[in-house]
């Protein structure tokens, strides 16, 4: 080998030599930051999840007390339609009552217009 093979392998021992000696093996490694972002927004993510307002407790709760005023509107409005119902019958009722008084009134008019 001449000087230039033996020269190019000492500079890169000597590179080499000087990585290993920058490495401290006593120092702690750069933390992964990637893998450290990630275990950040997972526990964001389960803090939110966790929270006592996304509480499996808490929501049965709260579906439960909306379930109870549901319940209670359906009724008052079962009662409105009901009130409603009996009123579209008294005024049919009402209509057919007049009607009749007004076919009364009519052969009541024809008879007085005929004897006149």
Known sequence: ????????????????????????LSSPLPPP?????????????LKHMLSPQKAPERLLQLADSNLGSLVIEIDQLH?????????????EDDADRIH???????QFVLATLLGA
């Open 1 to 24: 080998c001449d000087d230039e093979c033996s020269g190019l392998l000492i500079s890169d021992m000597d590179r080499l030599y000087r990585i290993i000696t920058e490495v401290t």
């Open 33 to 45: 930051y990637k893998m450290l972002y990630r275990f950040e927004n997972m526990t964001e993510e």
């Open 79 to 91: 009662s409105r339609a009901t009130k409603v119902s009996a009123d579209g019958e008294q005024v």
């Open 100 to 106: 009749k008084r007004a076919q009364e009134l009519e």
